[in-house]
């Protein structure tokens, strides 16, 4: 039930949210870009089981792609999104192939070292990047050349939000597709599925790129609609915080992962607001309550609240 | 010649800092098997009861540092009690993020205790001065660290090889059930444990306090550079860790001698080669 | 605001609009770092800020001020525009301030170049951004300023051999190419230029290269906080000093984490447009008015730049009130003296020429602090950065 319901009042709450909040249309546009990456992650963690800490490896990919296609070849939004998923997914390929041969801790490690170097080298290679300055001069052309983007950020809005719509309705059908019950399959009982004769590490390696290819449209979308693209988007802290967001939500539903982007993204906004210096204080409750009382996460809240607060989840 | 030496003296000085500030989370992450992102937190309560025994309430710096791990441990306690002994049993990610959000609150503490600027901690004047090694110098307190990590390998080597505890905390993180139906009370091993990891972090925090200064952000900033020392070294093996420490130490300091330029990448780089090829660390630990 | 965004403005907000503040009272929109690492910046720039405001009133000619402050937590450009996107529509600020780090300024300025809104740069100190839009303007200093004159002062004291250790990120890079740039176009050599990776946590390998190479001096620059904290340290134990190869820096002995140094520190030589300890009324004027609103304060180079932008920002109010560009022209001929010295506005690179002082850290007998002491103006100077 949830599952059909959920993306449904979602898309309703993102359209509510839009005439509500009319002044904060770059926050709410953040949102859903951050929600976009952070579905990547749920693909390659929640999905296929790959414990990651480096997503924003291309992410960061995808930034830069979007925004060099831009300055250099042509500012047309959607083909910027294009060339930065085949950029998240040309690196994810390529690093998941030595990456994806480890796991637990090990496997941590190295998607943690694929984006640090990535971070380093677009800090070295300063000509083209633009270094720890930022990369600037990005002027995007309308979306469809129908739609310029404008200064309340009312394109922007509708364009993150219908590309977030289209990866999740992407990863719905994929998800039920073949490919999608076999990575679940590999996600609970690798070695069964590898009896049954599936190659769980090519499995698992499809998925990566894919994840890879979807941060990259994250990055991309990122890039054009703040116009400027900076070291951070390779940073450690993004990689953590959408994993913190998705866990938050809950792993392995879709909605769950945009639940749990919009509920950390809006508490940080309003804790900071009010009490910037305090605000980790509220983070780190909300998320060890979680933790201890809704152990999967904030899609598990109807089902909490229906055994009407009874035991604790947690133990 | 002179170069040799000087990777050698300074490698193996910042490999033991590496040491004593991953070798708690080599305990509760390698030994007990939890996923303690909250590690760089005990070092920060350590280093910052340090600060404030030292710096503000103007004690020597020996006494400030046993007190302040001393005070550390005492808390460590408690948590393990109300936190820690409810999450061993989660899965990795539920750990990951308990311990992060764990994490955040001691920052908060501390920032809201302290401040966020650094919080140094007051060195002896006589670890101050430098210590002539003939074809250079080094600082005295530099060789007091390569002390303390040298004594704490052999102590730790002999607490979990050589002594009941040792025995009893391997057959309880092997199986706990079977632990127990021998009559060892598992729950005050993990805690005797935790302590001891939360206690080493601490030391840590302070004693390498002169290379990874203690302000309120330190889990975050350092805390890839404890896992990554743990995961090279693999998973509950002390030796392990030491190992990995010291290697991780002369290599960067190597590419830093050598090559500047491209340090980060080179030691990035070659972590993702040892990983590679040895993905459960240098030193596997029998089963 | 021009009138088209005006007109779109108010085409989306008018029936959403909350009561609209009276006419009078304009509003400067400030982001900055309240949380995380960076917090103290955030901090120090509030702090000058309502010192200003206590001392001079909540009015600027006819208009009442009132500052928002909102909290970007760090380098992020992402959230540094949707802040000032929501500061411009929601709170229809009319000036913007702040800015740290240099992609957060940067994030802006195709919105105020589109509204026409004056934003006063309180630190980010790359030369270019001022280049992006006519709208910047800046209250602190460019790399330039302060490495290039340093490096003439090094020349003039008779040391001829340098080396650089510079963090190797943008910052660090154009530090490192003013000083050598100034340094060799007097005569001098530049023996060695190590760029330090930014995540460097043991100096040691680059202090041991400076010493085996035996300049006069290393000229070095690092962001704040832990970096700077660690190097001066391991330029001390390492005996370089002893060695007599001077320490030459720019911001590493700033004031607020100046004491943290401890001893290790007296005797650090930099350049640099401000310090806690100059001698003048306004500095005593300002130091007293910011302790005695906030005891723990300690006024650096973070609180001068922001209480100077407030200034800057009064007088722009007072005397084009929400016109942008006529404050934007007011603003060009602007001079005052303030806590740092004497400063007068560049009209072609809206940064401040100023006074760019040779210090030397010292411990204040008075009051047993360390203080950076200053022997001496060793130039006057606008950006010099503005054309490389």
Known sequence: MMNRIAPFALLALAVALYFALPYNLAFLTRILIMAVLVLSLDLVLGFAGIATLGQAAFYGAGAYAAGLFAIHAWADPIAGLVVAGVAGAVLAFISGLIVLRAHGLTLIMLTIAVAAICHEIANKARDVTGGADGLRGIRMEPVLGLFEFDFVGQTGFWYALAVLAAVFTFLTLLTRAPFGLSLRGIHESPERMAAIGTSVYWRRVAAYTLGGAIAGVAGALSAQVTQLVSLESFSFTLSAEALIMLILGGTGRLYGAVLGTLVFMFVHHWAAANDPFNWLFVIGALVLAVVFFLPRGLVAVPTALKRLGGQNAGS | ?287 | MTRAIRAALVAVTATLLPAASPADTIKVGVVAPFSGPFAIYGKQYQEAVETYVAQHGTTAGEHEIEFIYKDVGGPNPDQSRALAQELLIRDQVDYLAGFTFTPNALAVGPLIEQSQTPTVIFNAATSSINKESEFYLRTSYTLWQVSAPLAEWAYDQGMRTVATTVTDYGPGIDAENAFKAAFEAKGGEVVDAIRMPLATTDFTPFIQRVRDAAPDAVFTFLPGGPPTFTYTKTYNENGLAEAGIKFLGTAETEEVNLQGLGDAAIGLTTAYHYSGAHDSDENRAFQAKLTELFPDAIANWASVGAYDGTHLIYQMVAAAGTDGPAAVEAAKTLEWESPRGPVKMDPETRTLIQNVYIREVARDEATGQLVNRETGVIATVGDLGWDK
């Open chain 2, 1 to 287: 010649m002179t170069l040799f030496l000087n990777i050698l003296v300074d490698g193996v000085a910042y490999g033991m800092i590496l040491f004593m500030i991953s070798v708690g989370l080599s305990v509760t992450m390698g030994l007990m098997r939890v996923v303690n992102l909250a590690h760089g937190g005990f070092a920060l309560l350590g280093g910052t009861f340090a600060h404030w025994f030292a710096a503000e309430l103007g004690l020597p710096f020996w006494p400030a540092l046993v007190l302040a791990v001393a005070l550390t441990v005492a808390l460590s306690l408690p948590l393990e009690r109300v936190i820690y002994r409810r999450i061993y049993g989660f899965t990795d990610l539920q750990q990951v993020l308990a311990t992060i959000g764990l994490t955040f609150l001691m920052i908060a503490s501390v920032n809201l205790w302290q401040g966020s600027s650094l919080l140094p901690v007051p060195l002896l004047e006589g670890l101050k001065a430098s210590v002539d090694l003939g074809f250079r110098t080094l600082p005295a307190h530099r060789l007091m660290v390569i002390a303390a990590g040298l004594a704490v390998v052999l102590g730790l080597w002999w607490l979990l090889e050589r002594t009941r505890f040792g025995i009893r905390l391997r057959a309880a993180v092997d199986n706990r059930g079977t632990a127990s139906a021998h009559g060892i009370n598992t729950d005050r091993i993990f805690m005797a444990a935790f302590g001891l990891g939360a206690g080493l972090a601490a030391l840590g925090g302070v004693l390498g306090a002169e290379i990874l200064p203690i302000d309120a952000y330190y889990p975050l900033r350092y805390m890839v550079l404890f896992l990554i020392v743990v995961a090279v070294g693999g998973m509950g093996s002390i030796a392990g860790s030491f190992l990995a420490a010291i290697g991780l130490g002369l290599l960067e300091t190597a590419a830093r001698y050598l090559a500047p330029d491209f340090a980060t990448i080179l030691f990035f780089a070659l972590v993702m080669a040892l990983l590679a090829l040895r993905p459960n660390g240098l030193i596997v630990r029998a089963q």
